[in-house]
């Protein structure tokens, strides 16, 4: 019964900055890794951001030195610290995870997702 609930998306103008939060509850031992997928109407969900367990992150080629990912393991939190934000960054936000409810077997989680739109 585990679930990922986001939070922090809004209408901002381009240049402006958002910071998403994706918090997970339920019967957790472990996040094994996470990560944030837009999806924009028309087009597939892909990923921006994404951080492993040990704290090691990766990122799409259209973000890098714009977004930052990072994830409190105590708070199982993650969130997307999104700066320079530009139109085409609209989308709505999706959380991923991969979590272990106690045994090492991972299941696939994601959040409802939340709307981000960079507009003037």
């Known amino acids: 019964q585990v679930q990922l609930v986001e939070s922090g998306g809004g209408l901002v103008q381009p240049g402006g900055s958002l910071r998403l939060s994706c918090a997970a509850s339920g019967s957790i031992f472990s996040i094994y890794a996470t990560g944030w997928y837009p999806q924009a109407p028309g087009k597939q969900r892909e990923l921006v951001a994404g951080i492993g367990s040990g704290g090691s992150a990766n990122y799409a080629e259209s973000v890098k030195g714009r977004f930052t990912i990072s994830r409190d393991n105590a708070k199982n939190t993650v969130y997307l610290q999104m700066n320079s934000l530009q139109p085409e960054d609209t989308a709505v936000y999706y959380c991923?995870?991969?979590?272990?409810?106690?045994?090492?077997?991972?299941?696939?989680?994601w959040g409802q997702g939340t709307q981000v739109t960079v507009s003037s």
């Open positions: 991923y995870a991969k979590i272990s409810s106690g045994s090492n077997f991972y299941d696939d989680y």
